[in-house]
T-cell receptor
Framework: GQQLNQSPQSMFIQEGEDVSMNCTSSSIFNTWLWYKQDPGEGPVLLIALYKAGELTSNGRLTAQFGITRKDSFLNISASIPSDVGIYFCAGLIQGAQKLVFGQGTRLTINP | ETGVTQTPRHLVMGMTNKKSLKCEQHLGHNAMYWYKQSAKKPLELMFVYNFKEQTENNSVPSRFSPECPNSSHLFLHLHTLQPEDSALYLC??????????????FGPGTRLTVT
């Protein structure tokens, strides 16, 4: 079945640093999504990408849909304490009716 | 606020109890989903409903019984659960038109503990 490899699994950074994480797959996806989950809460959609090569920003967050349709990355610039959480990538294959999720990247920020 | 609400937020139940989880979406979506999230495991899709019809059951044990009375409401009925069923249960909804699935919006989840 489809699988997403998300890396890194965890990151420990200083406040103010930039963050980069990515997801790769052997399958082709039509849509890439990035979610953030705080402890005890559900995932919240951050960015949705619909076209290969698309680069989209949401405040300090930037995500790109890889040109091969098999990967995506998420960058966070100038991290702040509220960026702490688990970030998930997810891919949609049209006709498959379901999201495929990455394993998540746990972000910890030292003040 | 994502437009998807879940109740209760926390639930502790014994293995012989019967309880239900409720999900409601206020986004005008027509597809709804139940996921299970256990510690250190990826999100596991349990059920998919499209226009109130179940379109996917991901080999979920029969002690979990979903119900979707309309496009805005989704229930998960629980009975004779096992301790390993303790997890965060997430509901999600999305727009879905013929063959095209759109991004999913999640509720805050119900933290279930089975004792």
């Amino acid at each position: 079945g489809q699988q997403l490899n998300q890396s890194p699994q965890s990151m420990f950074i200083q406040e103010g640093e930039d963050v980069s994480m990515n997801c790769t797959s052997s399958s082709i996806f039509n849509t890439w999504l990035w979610y953030k989950q705080d402890p005890g809460e559900g995932p919240v959609l951050l960015i949705a990408l619909y076209k290969a090569g698309e680069l989209t920003s949401n405040g300090r967050l930037t995500a790109q849909f890889g040109i091969t349709r098999k990967d995506s990355f998420l960058n966070i610039s100038a991290s702040i304490p509220s960026d702490v959480g688990i970030y998930f990538c997810a891919g949609l294959i049209q006709g498959a009716q379901k999201l495929v999720f990455g394993q998540g990247t746990r972000l910890t920020i030292n003040p | 606020e994502t437009g998807v609400t879940q109740t209760p937020r926390h639930l502790v139940m014994g293995m012989t109890n019967k309880k239900s989880l409720k999900c409601e979406q206020h986004l005008g979506h027509n597809a709804m989903y139940w996921y299970k999230q256990s510690a250190k495991k990826p999100l596991e899709l349990m059920f998919v409903y499209n226009f109130k019809e179940q379109t996917e059951n991901n080999s979920v044990p029969s002690r979990f019984s979903p119900e979707c009375p309309n496009s805005s409401h989704l229930f998960l009925h629980l009975h004779t659960l096992q301790p390993e069923d303790s997890a965060l249960y997430l509901c999600a909804s999305s727009k879905k038109t013929s063959g095209v699935v759109y991004e999913q919006y999640f509720g805050p989840g119900t933290r279930l503990t089975v004792t």
